[in-house]
């Protein structure tokens, strides 16, 4: 019963490689998002969406698309991966009106050779 | 839009000992600041939040103060244990704000040594 789930969990893949990331929530909640801890383990925020809308898209390369199919679900695609996408990718969600308490998913390891 | 600065980035105790770790904001709006913990190599977990009409809040061994004036807000844990090693971010955002954004510091790592 995983609050936020997120595949694969591990991800190895060559440069030039198109990937995606799958994350879903049975919270209910209404808002997801995307975040990208690099190996200074700093916590950036990408995007976040409420309701299958896009509220907040940081500064990141086009490369990187979200899609949302409905409240519950929020996948991440990356095209061309570079090196410098190497990072860990947490999905998270909170409630939309009951404050910002944010649940991590666990997290996939993406290595890009 | 608002920036989260912590400190410090590192911090070593020995078992026993009482670890501080301190934030500050920038964005007057912020009213809701949590704490999280993150293990090696798992995820990061609310361990205790703060909103702004409430100066401390204390869970057991840690403890969060907060001084709205003076836009800053620290973690506070009292006999620590080896346990309690992880890396500990804080965060500022606005309880019930129409974006529902959450800007993190940068993370303490703490170590407790036997």
């Known amino acids: 019963d995983t609050a936020v789930s997120q595949t694969p969990k591990y991800l190895v893949t060559q440069m030039g490689n198109d990937k995606s990331i799958k994350c879903e929530q049975n919270?209910?909640?209404?808002?997801m998002y995307w975040y990208k801890q690099d190996s200074k383990k700093f916590l950036k925020i990408m995007f976040s969406?409420?309701?299958?809308?896009?509220?907040i898209n940081e500064t990141v390369p086009n490369r990187f698309s979200p899609k949302s199919p409905d409240k519950a679900h929020l996948n991440l695609h990356i095209n061309s991966l570079e090196l410098g996408d190497s990072a860990v990718y947490f999905c998270?969600?909170?409630?939309?009106?009951?404050?910002?308490?944010?649940?991590f998913g666990e997290g996939s390891w993406l290595t890009v050779v | 839009g608002e920036n989260v600065e912590q400190h410090p980035s590192t911090l070593s105790v020995q078992e026993g000992d009482s670890a501080v770790i301190k934030c500050t904001y920038s964005?007057?709006?912020?009213?809701?600041f949590p704490w999280y913990k993150q293990e090696l190599g798992k995820r990061p977990q609310l361990i205790i939040d703060i909103r702004s009409n409430v100066g401390e809040k204390k869970d057991q061994r840690i403890a969060v103060t907060l001084n709205k004036t003076a836009k800053h807000f620290s973690l506070h844990i009292t006999e620590t244990q080896p346990e309690d090693s992880a890396v500990y971010f804080c965060a500022a955002g606005n309880y019930g704000g129409s974006q529902g954004n959450l800007i993190f510091g940068k993370g303490t790592k703490l170590s407790v040594k036997p």
């Open positions: 998270a969600s909170s409630p939309w009106t009951s404050g910002n308490t944010i649940y």
């Open positions: 964005d007057s709006a912020s009213n809701y």
């Open positions: 969406y409420n309701n299958k809308e896009l509220i």
């Open positions: 919270l209910g909640h209404d808002t």
